[in-house]
């Protein structure tokens, strides 16, 4: 019986799989004819919107170049999720714990979100340099806001009858936070890590875009000067690759990690 269900789970996964994969690749498909027949249709020159074919072929020309710098952009990515996360994660657990700091924190928070996040970023370069550590700091404070706030929602959101019932059988503070409150948060801070992980390019490549010398941003930059809009749509896919390739991956490890939601 374990064998049979375990076997007709493995089938039931691997058809959501095939069908999932298959409408990505026709909405795929579907983009890239829209994208050569507005082309064609209006006649637009190559330096204004080049056709798919002329990116396709960029990407194989350059593809040295271009996989170069945007392992210098993932690499920002990912370290900037790992510091945004943990940041976020970490206020949210101050404010829950410590109620007079949330009274003064929160407001500050939401204040500092009336402030561009691109309107610092030169700030960063002067203060960190246009190394790896602004762009990563970038990263980071696009994606540090909702997470706090998901992560700090799904902890004051705990069902009462748990906290009750736990407080009746005498649990002490961290039992109760490590065994109920941070499981009960999982599924939404959960949905703040997707938000996250689709956000944090923009300022990895927003960073670098302000000052850098190596990256998609910095090259980008580059090729818009040089007028070859071939290479900049290159970098373009390569970049939205990224994001849909490390959206895809976390999508996976969280339905994984909290198998008990739907």
């Excluded at 990505?24 to 249709?41: G, R």
């Excluded at 980071?140 to 998901?150: E, G, Q, R, S, Y």
């Excluded at 700090?152 to 002490?172: C, E, F, H, I, K």
């Excluded at 959960?190 to 996250?196: D, E, F, H, L, T």
Aim: charged residues 10%; glycine residues 8%; proline residues 5%.
């Amino acid at each position: 019986m374990n064998k049979s269900g375990g076997c007709s789970q493995f089938v039931e996964k691997s058809k959501k799989l095939f069908v999932v994969s298959g409408r990505f690749l026709i909405s795929i498909c579907v983009l890239i004819l829209l994208w050569q027949a507005i082309v064609l249709y209006f006649a637009l020159p190559h330096f204004i919107f080049p056709s798919p074919y002329a990116v396709l072929q960029r990407l194989f020309l350059r593809h040295e170049i271009l996989f170069k710098h945007a392992s210098v952009t993932f690499i920002e990515i990912v370290l900037g999720l790992g510091l945004g996360l943990s940041m976020g994660m970490l206020f949210a657990l101050q404010m829950l714990l410590f109620k007079p700091l949330k009274r003064w924190l929160m407001p500050i928070l939401i204040a500092s979100q009336a402030f561009p996040v691109f309107a610092i970023a030169p700030v960063l370069m002067l203060w960190l340099g246009y190394g790896i550590a602004s762009k990563v700091v970038m990263a980071a404070l696009i994606i540090f806001f909702p997470v706090c706030t998901c992560c700090y929602d799904g902890l004051r959101n705990t069902p009462r009858g748990y906290l009750d019932l736990v407080q009746t059988m005498g649990a002490s503070k961290w039992q109760v936070l490590r065994y109920i409150q941070l499981p009960a948060s999982l599924p939404t801070l959960a949905s703040g890590i997707r938000v996250a992980v689709v956000i944090a390019p923009i300022g990895a490549v927003a960073g670098e875009w302000v000052g850098s010398s190596e990256g998609l941003g910095y090259l980008m930059l580059q090729a818009n000067a040089r007028m070859q809009i071939d290479e900049m749509f290159a970098a373009l896919f390569i970049l939205s690759a990224l994001s849909v390739g490390l959206y895809f991956l976390t999508d996976m490890f969280l339905k994984k990690f909290i198998h008990w939601q739907d």
